[in-house]
Each structure stands twice: as structure tokens, then as C-alpha cells.
T-cell receptor, first 114, second 115 residues
């Protein structure tokens, strides 16, 4: 158990819909990262937050957005869903941003878009 | 184009055999990390290598970072069924936000060790 929690574990929805994925970082971690894992692209960095502020963006679509709240939990919002958005979405946390700090990954949310 | 190429993509071996997994890039990374991921779970960090030429050992696992910091390898000695999983390499590249901890992942090597 990494200490990072993600809900829900599974999500099945239809094209065009909007969903929200939730992540609670490890106690004491200020930085949260979101990743998408698909069969063809592998694990790809989406976006990073540090203490409530957006720190960096990766390959995140405009239909996707995220935020980190004062209690440090984070939400990833996916809208106008397409079939290709079906993937595993992981949240990771670390104490501070930086390569020297270990990222701890949550168990992921499996999103299926039908 | 994948910035980090892992090979082989799949590897199926018998218990007791040795194996090496490779992670290659044409770009320089300030550090490389190796993760292991089991089905239904998130990746778990095994090791971080930061110095060119560095070798780190973790029980039966040996990790090496290339001198030019563009490649890395993972060698497992006397593989066991418990080593089965997806092995991912990930790098921090300054051009891609690596200084912030943002990681670029390879697609992974799926290892199966049969008893």
C-alpha cells in the first residue's frame, strides 16, 4: 500500500459524458501528479500540482482539467469523453516536486468509455 | 516517437534463468528510475540512478546507468516467479519538465517467470 488513494477503482461511462477522478496523496506529500496508461502509449504524464498550484503540464488534452484543493487532494476532470480516453489513470504524490523525491503511485482508476 | 525505448517488450523465461532488460534513448536524462508494476496496481519504484556509469544492486537485481546517461539496464539473476510483472524505466529530462520531477516512461517489458 503506497498510501495514495484513488477513487473510484473502476468507471464505465458513455461517449460524450464527463467524469471526475479523485486522488488523496500520502500524508505530508504536497505534490500530486496525474498519469494516463494505455496499451498503445504506455504511461504518460498529464499534469502536476504542488501545494494547490499547477506546476507543469504534459500531454493533457484540452477536454481534461485538474485541480488540487487546500486539503491537498486532487481531482482530474475528463469531459466530452471519447472511446480513446479509455485507459488507466494514475495519481502519484511526492513530498516536493523534483526528481530526487520518490513518487508514490496510487492503485489507479480504470476508465472504460463505451 | 517514444523517448525511452525498452526491450524486449515481452520476456518469458523459466525459474532460475538470468535476464537483462534494456532502456535506451537518444536523449540525456538527469536520472533514470526503474519501476515494477503488477496487474491492477500502480508502479512501485525499485531504484533511481543519477550518475553516469552508476551500478546499483538490489538483492538479485542489478541496475546500470550508461556513461552518457542515455541508457540503462536491469539484470535479474536467478529469476523467480515472484519477479513476474511489468518493468518500466522512467527518466527525468530537463526539456520535458524533469527538474520538476515529471517523468517520461518507456512502454515497459512484460516479464513472465514460469516455475
Amino acid at each position: 500500500d503506497s498510501g495514495v488513494t484513488q477513487t473510484p477503482k473502476h468507471l464505465i461511462t458513455a461517449t460524450g459524458q464527463r467524469v471526475t477522478l479523485r486522488c488523496s496523496p500520502r500524508s505530508g506529500d504536497l505534490s500530486v501528479y496525474w498519469y494516463q496508461q494505455s496499451l498503445d502509449q504506455g504511461l504518460q504524464f498529464l499534469i502536476q500540482y504542488y501545494n494547490g498550484e499547477e506546476r507543469a503540464k504534459g500531454n493533457i488534452l484540452e477536454r481534461f482539467s485538474a485541480q488540487q484543493f487546500p486539503d491537498l487532494h486532487s481531482e482530474l476532470n475528463l469531459s466530452s469523453l471519447e472511446l480513446g480516453d479509455s485507459a488507466l489513470y494514475f495519481c502519484a504524490s511526492s513530498v516536493v516536486p523534483g526528481v530526487a523525491d520518490t513518487q508514490y503511485f496510487g492503485p489507479g482508476t480504470r476508465l472504460t468509455v463505451l | 516517437t517514444q523517448l525511452l525505448e525498452q526491450s524486449p517488450q515481452f520476456l518469458s523465461i523459466q525459474e532460475g534463468e538470468n535476464l537483462t532488460v534494456y532502456c535506451n534513448s537518444s536523449s540525456v536524462f538527469s536520472s533514470l528510475q526503474w519501476y515494477r508494476q503488477e496487474p491492477g496496481e500502480g508502479p512501485v519504484l525499485l531504484v533511481t540512478v543519477v550518475t553516469g556509469g552508476e551500478v546499483k544492486k538490489l538483492k538479485r537485481l542489478t541496475f546500470q546507468f550508461g556513461d552518457a546517461r542515455k541508457d540503462s539496464s536491469l539484470h535479474i539473476t536467478a529469476a523467480q516467479p515472484g519477479d513476474t510483472g511489468l518493468y518500466l524505466c522512467a527518466g527525468a529530462n530537463p526539456v520535458y519538465g524533469g527538474s520538476q520531477g515529471n517523468l517520461i516512461f518507456g512502454k515497459g517489458t512484460k516479464l513472465s517467470v514460469k516455475p
